[in-house]
């Protein structure tokens, strides 16, 4: 089958070849996303680039003007995201600054944890700081809700055939409206949305590198926190992720942000848009396999899980959900 956005594609860097000194024979696909995005690499003979991306979003389902705007308001912020080199909003190309291949994921480990993730902290608050309202989208309660309900739709019951009782409905209902209530009490900052180790890269200078923003919107303040260290791809103990939390909160407090005094409240709040993320990625992960053909993220389903029933055995007004998800532990094969 003829990749026709790939000859238009082809096209566009023929014409910027002279500009960037493009070795169109070098371009290879980098990556793809859970989206219609996807992402190429291409060669370039100055020396000061050495190689460039190429992003690759259909306007009918991606358009660029969302990426565009927030990846401007992250420069300005201090952060280190692709400079955009060239774009062409008619189809859906971006050329960009290459911040790498080393991911987060791929660099982290138990001597290299510490560092990186006080980098990401640092990064994280400037972004913070640097908030305003009306900016981006106000991450309300029916874009809360909705997330939420894809874990009954996508996971329980296209995923694994579970169709809820009248009694476990309603609990289910009720757990919803306690964290969307706690959400939507925390203080209010810019919300990167996937803020986590696949999406940071490790770079030389100003680490990390962060990428896939374009969701962006303005909502809690622990949001980007409970994406970091309750990631869905690696796991830690505990004790460590209560460590970092601890750092992030006593560096975001003396920066000026608007955090609890109390910790323990911070903390609380960290784990309840936890598992309100964590319920929606559930869904998510189940509706990419079951609609999209996307098998690669079914690995990662046991651990997002388990984090799920964790946080909600914590705390005595989430016990029915804990009932509801440890139900499901057994169906996991299916």
Not at 35 to 56: A, E, V, W
Not at 109 to 121: K, R
Request: net charge negative; charged share 20%; aromatic share 10%.
């Amino acid at each position: 089958m003829t990749d026709t956005r790939l000859i238009t594609l082809q096209n566009w860097l023929e014409a910027l070849k002279p500009r960037w000194q493009l070795d169109l024979a070098t371009l290879a696909p980098a990556s793809a996303d859970a989206s219609f995005r996807r992402y190429f690499r291409i060669d370039s003979q100055n020396p000061d680039f050495g190689s460039l991306i190429i992003m690759d979003a259909p306007p009918q389902h991606e358009p660029l003007n969302t990426f565009i705007q927030v990846d401007l308001l992250l420069a300005e912020a201090g952060l280190n995201v692709p400079q955009i080199l060239e774009q062409n909003l008619a189809e859906g190309f971006l050329l960009l600054n290459d911040l790498g291949n080393k991911t987060y994921l791929s660099e982290l480990n138990e001597n290299t944890a510490d560092h990186l993730y006080q980098a990401a902290t640092t990064a994280l608050i400037k972004m913070q700081l640097a908030s305003k309202p009306n900016v981006l989208p106000n991450y309300v309660a029916p874009l809360l809700q909705r997330e939420l309900d894809l874990f009954p739709e996508w996971y329980l019951g296209k995923h694994l055939g579970i169709k809820l009782n009248t009694s476990q409905d309603l609990q289910l209902k009720q757990a919803f409206e306690l964290i969307i209530q706690n959400n939507l009490a925390q203080a209010k900052v810019y919300v990167h949305r996937d803020y986590h180790s696949r999406n940071l890269m490790v770079t030389e200078k100003n680490n990390p590198g962060v990428l896939d923003f374009q969701d962006a919107v303005y909502g809690p303040i622990t949001y980007d926190a409970s994406s970091l260290w309750r990631d869905a791809y690696i796991a830690w103990p505990e004790e460590k992720i209560i460590d970092w939390v601890i750092k992030f909160w006593e560096q975001g407090r003396r920066a000026g942000l608007d955090m609890p005094t109390d910790f323990g409240q911070f903390y609380r709040d960290f784990e309840w848009m936890g598992l309100q993320r964590h319920l929606k990625v559930l869904g998510i992960f189940a509706r990419l396999f079951h609609r999209d053909g996307k098998d690669g993220y079914l690995k990662d389903i046991p651990l997002v899980l388990k984090y799920a029933i964790a946080t909600a055995n914590r705390y005595i007004e989430l016990k029915p959900l804990a009932r509801i998800l440890e139900s499901t532990r057994g169906s996991q094969d299916v």
